[in-house]
């Protein structure tokens, strides 16, 4: 019997024993075109980071890492691009990157992850000039469910390779890219790419909560890249990442006090396993991140869930959450606050609206969790909340419709590229319900999942 698959926090377990590493494109094609043959459904998993059921299917899941392309990444100097495969992941990109004397203007908060994984879930870094990581895609290289590469570009039509593709739309590419891995195996992406810069981290602990609510713009934006970590009861501390070669950000004005030494964003775990600190000049890529690569990121042994909301209405919102803090204490291991700029992704959760965002890493408790999920949505909705979409959140399909201007368009884009709803599973499902004359393969699915 195949052995159990799981996600990397170990709270899904995927419906399917079912796992291809395919060798070459041919037998990746065939893989796809023969699930769509037999009316069954792939789903493309990448580094398995995260805690919700986006990457489950009942049909079979396809890793690229064994395709040679998928692991490769081809740097234009002169264009300041790099095409990466499929499989490939932060901490192996920006090494290379480094060796041509650039780097990428933001990154998440561990090298771990896979761009194509973080691009199509809308995962994010810290600071209020940077979008989502997906804000940096050129161009995406789908092979969809009819066997076609399609290539979709910012800023221009698209182009076909083997298997026959039309030539695409352009203004296609903006649901293209946060796109769930719902359109088709995501093979290769091109990403801008900045002159290499260097990063200096400072901690500060002790932020009065009266300082934090009534300024948290200023404070947020106080530096290339700022995150408030918090446990909702004592002060916050305040991880501010700034590009070397200015003026340092001086946060004496908000009571805050520098860090004797380095500091973990989770009480009580090792700080080596942290990005240096103390203002000590680095590297982008070894500092922006708030882990080492090669060290267990956070905790390892935990929850998360992520909530956006207007930047403008960031101080309602901490006061909302501060209002739970006995409700979180018992179940949170620490929460993050960050800003995102908006951009142009259709199911960005910065669509559209420069962002704070709510991250909280959770003890591995789903049952414990959930209700309290609740309570933090209860308590944001007043505010235009979108959940993460790569983890855990309750949210009514409905209220997510009603969030994003471009939510008919990408159902109607999904509609097209997978008819057949070969890359659709139980949690895109209740998203985007399939069409009632069967389009898109409707009704429950084969696990019986609504």
Known sequence: MAATLTNWAGNVEFTTRTLHRPASPGRLRDLVTDAAAAGGRLKVLGSGHSFNRIADTTGALIALDAL???????????????????????????????????????????????????????????????????????????????????????????????????????????????????????????????????????????????????????????????????????????WVKHRAGGPRPDLAWTGARPADGPRHPIEGMPVENATEQGGVAGPWDERLPHFRAGFVPSVGDELQSEYFVPAARAAGAVAALRELGGLLAPVLQVSEIRTVAADPHWLSPAHGRDSVAFHFTWIPDTAAVEPVLRRIEEALAPFGVRPHWGKLSGMAPETLAASYGHWADFRALLRRRDPAGVFRNALLDRWFPPEPDGTGRGGADRAGNP
Do not use: K, M
């Open 68 to 238: 040679p392309a998928a692991r490769t990444a081809e740097v234009d100097t002169a264009s300041r691009t790099v095409r990466v495969g499929g499989a490939v992941r932060f901490g192996e990109l920006c090494p290379v990157l480094r060796r041509h004397g650039l780097a990428l203007p933001n990154l998440p908060s561990t090298p771990h992850f896979t761009l194509a994984g973080a691009y199509a879930t809308g995962t994010h870094g810290s600071g209020h000039t940077g979008g989502t990581l997906a804000a940096a895609v050129r161009s995406v290289e789908l092979l969809t469910a009819d066997g076609a590469t399609v290539t979709v570009t910012r800023g221009g039509a698209g182009t076909g390779g083997p298997g026959g593709a039309a030539t695409e739309p352009s203004d296609e590419f903006f649901g293209s890219v946060v796109s769930l891995g719902a359109l088709g195996v995501v093979t290769a992406l091109t990403v801008e790419a900045v002159e290499a810069y260097e990063i200096e981290q400072y901690v500060y602990e002790g932020l009065p909560w009266p300082v934090l609510t009534e300024h948290a713009g200023r404070i947020l934006g106080a530096a290339y890249s700022v995150s408030v970590f918090t446990d909702w009861a004592g002060p916050p501390r305040v």
